[in-house]
């Protein structure tokens, strides 16, 4: 295997440095978080598992992530749930994932209501099932007024596809007469995003080892930090994000001077 450009933090023990909570409370907390959720089926085939065990496992880490990222005071956690290449997979794989949020939403939306968390979706969830879809309209229709962390969960979302809707919608607005080129600003093609009433990400977390960002959120994320690490989403705990706020935290601190 080639030497890593950063720690593999799979195979090592714990890393030696623990982070408590009251520590990085103490220092600037990103207000947007967005993490591609990896490493689920790997979790799976290491145990001898249905991939479905992998999904399972993913699903339970969400409810702890979110309730974590909600206690440290992270205003928007993104996750990338459903990327519109997921769509190649297994028939059978797909109809399990599509089943996951209503079982979410189900189980955990007293929950995620009681703690004041705002659900949100990116993507064209126009084109999932239909029982997928009335769950998570329900979940948004339910927390919509919820002044807390905002859990967006991007569902058959595409990054290249989201530009290029924008473009075609600004491109009617001039044919229109409504916009003249000079108006086209980074702001109007942020404002024409499905992330238009969102900050974008401060930092991004991708974990199972990829180094690529799969067509999440390309224009968002142009000035946010990456955090990698090899640890597979399912073993992803609270002192894992704790780490990756204490490195966004340590890369920040020259903000105050040069
Ligand atoms: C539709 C694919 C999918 C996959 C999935 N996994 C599987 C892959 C990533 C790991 C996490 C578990 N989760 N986990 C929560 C949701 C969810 C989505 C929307 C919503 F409103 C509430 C919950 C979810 N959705």
């Given at each position: 295997m080639f030497n890593k450009i950063?720690?593999?933090?799979?195979?090592?023990?714990?890393?030696?440095l623990v982070y408590t909570k009251e520590e990085i409370m103490r220092n600037p907390i990103p207000k947007h978080v967005a993490i591609i959720m990896d490493g689920n089926g790997r979790w799976a085939k290491k145990r001898a598992l249905p991939r479905a065990a992998g999904h399972y496992e993913g699903m339970q880490v969400v409810r702890k992530i979110t309730r974590f990222a909600n206690e440290l005071g992270i205003k928007i956690l993104s996750l990338y749930a459903f990327s519109t290449e997921n769509w190649k997979r297994p028939k059978s794989e797909v109809d399990y994932l599509m089943k996951l949020p209503e079982q979410f939403l189900t189980t955990f939306l007293p929950e995620l209501a009681e703690e004041n968390v705002n659900v949100r979706v990116i993507g064209h969830i126009e084109q999932l099932p239909e029982h997928t879809r009335r769950a998570v309209e329900r979940a948004i229709h339910e927390t919509k007024e919820n002044t807390g962390l905002i859990l967006n969960f991007a569902l058959n979302y595409g990054s290249r596809a989201e530009i290029t809707y924008a473009v075609q919608q600004i491109a009617k607005e001039v044919q229109k007469g409504r916009l003249s080129p000079e108006q086209i600003t980074e702001e109007l093609v942020s404002s024409y995003l499905?992330?238009?009433?969102l900050t974008d990400p401060d930092l991004l977390i991708r974990t199972s080892g990829e180094i690529r960002l799969s067509n999440f959120m390309l224009w968002q994320l142009a000035y946010t930090e990456f955090w990698f690490t090899d640890v597979l989403w399912p073993d992803f705990t609270e002192q894992h994000l704790l780490e990756a706020i204490a490195a966004f935290q340590k890369r920040n601190r020259r903000f105050g001077g040069v």
């Amino acid at each position: 295997m080639f030497n890593k450009i950063w720690k593999n933090k799979e195979d090592e023990p714990s890393s030696p440095l623990v982070y408590t909570k009251e520590e990085i409370m103490r220092n600037p907390i990103p207000k947007h978080v967005a993490i591609i959720m990896d490493g689920n089926g790997r979790w799976a085939k290491k145990r001898a598992l249905p991939r479905a065990a992998g999904h399972y496992e993913g699903m339970q880490v969400v409810r702890k992530i979110t309730r974590f990222a909600n206690e440290l005071g992270i205003k928007i956690l993104s996750l990338y749930a459903f990327s519109t290449e997921n769509w190649k997979r297994p028939k059978s794989e797909v109809d399990y994932l599509m089943k996951l949020p209503e079982q979410f939403l189900t189980t955990f939306l007293p929950e995620l209501a009681e703690e004041n968390v705002n659900v949100r979706v990116i993507g064209h969830i126009e084109q999932l099932p239909e029982h997928t879809r009335r769950a998570v309209e329900r979940a948004i229709h339910e927390t919509k007024e919820n002044t807390g962390l905002i859990l967006n969960f991007a569902l058959n979302y595409g990054s290249r596809a989201e530009i290029t809707y924008a473009v075609q919608q600004i491109a009617k607005e001039v044919q229109k007469g409504r916009l003249s080129p000079e108006q086209i600003t980074e702001e109007l093609v942020s404002s024409y995003l499905m992330t238009k009433d969102l900050t974008d990400p401060d930092l991004l977390i991708r974990t199972s080892g990829e180094i690529r960002l799969s067509n999440f959120m390309l224009w968002q994320l142009a000035y946010t930090e990456f955090w990698f690490t090899d640890v597979l989403w399912p073993d992803f705990t609270e002192q894992h994000l704790l780490e990756a706020i204490a490195a966004f935290q340590k890369r920040n601190r020259r903000f105050g001077g040069v």
